[in-house]
Nanobody, 115 residues
Framework: QVQLMESGGGLVQPGGSLSLSCAASGSIFSFNAMGWYRQAPGPQRELVALITSGGITNYADSVKGRFTISRDNAKNTVDLQMNGLKPEDTAVYYC?????????WGQGTQVTVSS
């Protein structure tokens, strides 16, 4: 089973930037698509950005124009570049590998946007 591990979270001031990376222990082509999700305190996990195996991307309206998802098939990584960060972007960010009926999750990385 391919394992996912996120890195790159931290504390940043409003307006700042962070880059998150998701490293897979095997080929990311074992997934139909890769997504970045976030979960603020509470039960709901929100899809932030998605990239298919063919490179098609999709973003939540709240992050369009600020966040960019990309994948490196040779390195088996999926990155999320976050610019213009706002306090409401504060959350635990998770990498998700999509298969037909299930999503495989990483352990998450905390992003805090605060002055």
């Amino acid at each position: 089973q391919v394992q996912l591990m996120e890195s790159g979270g931290g504390l940043v001031q409003p307006g700042g930037s962070l880059s998150l990376s998701c490293a897979a222990s095997g080929s990311i082509f074992s997934f139909n698509a890769m997504g970045w999700y976030r979960q603020a305190p509470g039960p709901q996990r929100e899809l932030v950005a998605l990239i298919t195996s063919g490179g098609i991307t999709n973003y939540a309206d709240s992050v369009k124009g600020r966040f960019t998802i990309s994948r490196d098939n040779a390195k088996n990584t999926v990155d999320l570049q976050m610019n213009g960060l706002k306090p409401e972007d504060t959350a635990v960010y998770y990498c998700g590998g999509h298969r037909l009926f299930a999503i495989s999750w990483g352990q998450g990385t905390q992003v805090t946007v605060s002055s």
